[in-house]
């Protein structure tokens, strides 16, 4: 595991859209993992900043709320084509976001299961983390080999995203979120955290066990992971184990 520290937010951007590149450069029809989540947004603004030909891109979203109307704007498919497809050129077509509104959530979760492998799975996914450990929407307690499917969202994540509609009663209760086994089956993790909200959080996913109480555990289970992390989020990371290479990174403008 590869870990960037940084001064602040949009250091983690720059960081991790060097990474992304690097992939799309090497893999011109490369298969990214897209994430949601206010973290990942500098890294898309950095990314599009590249100029990149993203024409043969493919991307997957991690997870998308269950029985939001079409067109809502704080649906994942809404988010996902403001904050990425439109900011990066990607093809819509070529771009996929769970169906929240299916008739049947859990035969599209099957089904979106079912295409990430039939696109030859994803080359690198991007993650964030939120305050209680889970990773997509797995929330604590999810099963570590666990794959897409239909989730109940915990209370303090819909408090969490709360802040993105009306009131808390708007914020839906369940979810379709890629399971932990199959983000683990991606070639590359790479998540993305910031601010000192998410410090213990960090650390307890990177340094303590892996277990369902802590979905972002997985990340250890992993032989290809990077985290880029602002000063901030970072500051609880001193008790590692040795395997981590903690790298000060300070990107030039
Ligand atoms: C959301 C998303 C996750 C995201 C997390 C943290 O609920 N489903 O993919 O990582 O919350 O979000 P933020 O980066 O805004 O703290």
Not at 155 to 161: E, F, I, K, S, V
């Amino acid at each position: 595991m590869e870990i960037y520290v940084v001064p602040d937010a949009p250091a983690t951007g720059v960081i991790a859209a060097g990474i992304l590149a690097a992939v799309v450069r090497s893999k011109p029809n490369a298969v990214l993992g897209i994430a949601t989540g206010s973290s990942p947004i500098p890294v898309y603004k950095a990314l599009a900043a590249h100029g990149l030909d993203m024409s043969q891109v493919r991307a997957f979203a991690l997870d998308e709320y269950v029985g939001l109307r079409a067109g809502h704007p704080q649906s994942y498919a809404e988010v996902v084509r403001r904050e990425v497809t439109e900011q990066l050129g990607l093809d819509p077509a070529r771009v996929a976001v769970p169906d929240g509104g299916a008739a049947d959530p859990h035969q599209a979760a099957v089904n979106y299961d079912a295409a990430i492998r039939e696109a030859g799975g994803i080359d690198v996914q991007l993650l964030g983390i939120g305050h209680n450990g889970h990773i997509a929407f797995n929330e604590p307690g999810s099963e570590l080999d666990s794959r897409t499917r239909v989730e109940v969202l915990a209370d303090r994540t819909r408090q969490a995203n709360a802040r993105y509609f009306r009131s808390l009663e708007d914020v839906p209760t369940r979810c379709i979120t890629q399971g932990l086994g199959t983000i683990l089956e991606a070639r590359q993790l790479l998540m993305v955290v910031r601010g000192a909200d998410k410090a213990e959080v960090l650390a307890a996913a990177l340094s303590g066990p892996v277990s369902p109480d802590c979905p972002g555990s997985v990340l250890q289970l992993h032989p290809h992971v990077t985290v880029v992390a602002d000063q901030a989020a970072a500051m609880h990371l001193g008790a590692c184990n040795a395997q981590v290479r903690v790298q000060i990174a300070t990107p030039s403008p």
